[in-house]
């Protein structure tokens, strides 16, 4: 809960801390900004994932979690912010402008900034990164999030390979071979995304139950699956997923029920113009 606490804080006083660190931050280009947030993501995500805990330091291995998270956080706001510009807040001070929207709703050009930004998949995955920033630390939302990483830096560096040096060279030849499968990478990944959300159903089940954060991803995946940028994709991996478990509906018919509730949840994306 602390880390929320600093990012309002950091939100708050976002003005004066760009003016203290505006003379010795580099200019960059938006696409610089993408570059090295996901870097950092795409890296601290490969710290969390290594079992380091059993070296003694389970603390790095905390810290690089959050690390991967708050970049991916920070890296999609920048994108947003870089391709709708600032959201058009209302004037004064936060705790009015709070105040403002809880009691009189949302002002008609925040709403429409916020119906073009909900459409980008900056958000979705804003989204995504901030509802498991309080979660109990999981290795799949890192292993999704570092495979979007993976795609943006790889895409960067096959066009400026200067820019990933000896380590990019080394690489180079595995990620021909994975952007040769990007569908089937994609298709995967998307996947994942699928099955994490029964994983959090499930646990439910559990002491470490999460009902907010299992309640927001379903959420989540009901924005993918509307937004026509990325419901072809993930219809796709529903349909799968539906032929796998055929054969265990045939043997346990009750489980029918519950994946016909859950298909109600998903409707139909609005169809572009």
Excluded at 48 to 70: D, H, N, Q, S
Excluded at 80 to 87: H, R, T
Excluded at 175 to 204: H, N, P, Q
Excluded at 250 to 267: E, N, R, S
């Amino acid at each position: 809960m602390w880390w929320l606490v600093a990012a309002a804080g950091l939100y708050v006083f976002r003005g004066k801390i760009a003016q203290r660190l505006a003379p010795y931050l580099p200019a960059m280009n938006p696409q610089m900004i993408s570059y090295y947030g996901h870097s950092c993501t795409l890296f601290t995500g490969i710290v969390y994932v290594m079992p380091i805990e059993f070296l003694g330091l389970g603390t790095v291995k905390r810290v690089a979690y959050m690390m991967c998270l708050w970049s991916a956080v920070l890296t999609a706001v920048m994108a947003m912010k870089a391709n709708y510009g600032s959201p058009p807040l209302p004037e004064g001070s936060p705790f009015a402008m709070v105040k403002g929207l809880m009691s009189g709703g949302m002002p008609r050009p925040l709403q429409e900034w916020m119906q073009k930004a909900m459409t980008s998949i900056d958000f979705h995955f804003l989204f995504f990164a901030v509802n498991f920033v309080t979660a109990y630390p999981s290795i799949i939302p890192v292993l999704i999030l570092g495979r979007r990483s993976l795609w943006t830096v790889g895409t960067h560096c096959s066009k400026t390979p200067e820019a990933g040096g000896r380590l990019w060279a080394m690489f180079k030849p595995r990620w021909e071979m994975l952007k040769a499968r990007e569908e089937e990478v994609l298709l995967y990944s998307a996947l994942g995304e699928i099955l994490l959300a029964f994983w959090l159903t499930a646990s439910l089940l559990l002491p470490t139950r999460q009902f907010l954060c299992c309640f927001l991803y379903w959420h989540y995946l009901k924005i993918r699956y509307m937004t026509p940028r990325s419901h072809k994709l993930h219809d796709k991996a529903w349909r799968q997923l539906g032929q796998q478990v055929a054969p265990v509906l045939k043997v346990a018919p009750f489980l029918q029920k519950p994946i016909d509730m859950a298909k109600g949840w998903f409707p139909a994306p609005p169809v572009q113009q």
